[in-house]
């Protein structure tokens, strides 16, 4: 089946510790997103990509990063200097970011300092 | 910049109301402009989306329509069911300048509705 697949959907981080989480599509889109979601608020993006090997900072990029290496991944890595990782994590993907694209969300990632 | 202005939630309505979620936004050239829907503990689902002014969006009885001169989106149903209650996001993508490929969101709304 086509679509956006995250990996793992729960995962648990102690404090000072780095993770990664993968994020794959097999839709053939160029453009990648990866927000961030608090509980009761909106998204917030973290990074998007529209091309390989090429990325843009979003709005909340800091103690966040990521690479586009290979056009069906996206991995974020959620550093140390994240000082409050716990969160929803969504990874997108786009045809394009052209107007009139829509972009399609991934099942998400739970993200728990413990 | 880009920033998108929902009303404030929670909206709790009995069933075969009718429904309105406010959404206003700010943006440079042409945003195209979305609805997602979210259910607890899920990704979001793409609900309608508009691409330009006076297009209508509509999708399982949702509908918004793109009105360029108030810029604002707002999403409409005739007739709430108990299954429609969820969060609510409007969104907004700019195809253009520094901006280019940037999917904005709103607050997003939760609605609740009672049998």
């Known amino acids: 089946d086509g679509g956006i697949t995250q990996s793992p959907k729960y995962l648990f981080r102690k404090e000072g510790q780095n993770v990664t989480l993968s994020c794959e599509q097999n839709?053939?889109?160029?453009?990648m997103y990866w927000y961030r979601q608090d509980p009761g608020q909106g998204l917030r993006l973290i990074y998007y990509?529209?091309?390989?090997?090429?990325?843009q900072k979003g709005d909340i990029a800091e103690g966040y990063s990521v690479s586009r290496e290979k056009k069906e991944s996206f991995p974020l890595t959620v550093t140390s200097a994240q000082k409050n990782p716990t969160a929803f994590y969504l990874c997108?993907?786009?045809?394009?970011?052209?107007?009139?694209?829509?972009?399609?969300f991934g099942e998400g990632s739970w993200l728990t300092v413990v | 910049g880009n920033s998108v202005t929902q009303m404030e939630g929670p909206v709790t309505l009995s069933e075969e109301a009718f429904l309105t979620i406010n959404c206003t936004y700010t943006?440079?050239?042409?945003?195209?402009l979305f609805w997602y829907v979210q259910y607890p503990g899920e990704g979001l689902q793409l609900l309608l989306k508009?691409?330009?002014?006076?297009d209508k969006g509509s999708n399982k009885g949702f509908e918004a329509t793109y009105r360029k001169e108030t810029t604002s989106f707002h999403l409409e149903k005739g007739s709430v069911q108990v299954s429609d209650s969820a969060v609510y996001f409007c969104?907004?993508?700019?195809?253009?300048?520094?901006?280019?490929?940037?999917?904005?969101f709103g607050q997003g709304t939760i609605l609740t509705v009672h049998p």
């Open positions: 997108a993907s786009a045809d394009s970011g052209g107007a009139g694209n829509t972009i399609y």
């Open positions: 839709l053939n889109h160029d453009a």
């Open positions: 990509s529209q091309i390989v090997n090429d990325f």
């Open positions: 943006a440079t050239g042409y945003p195209s």
């Open positions: 508009a691409t330009k002014a006076d």
């Open positions: 969104a907004l993508l700019n195809a253009g300048g520094t901006s280019y490929g940037k999917l904005t």
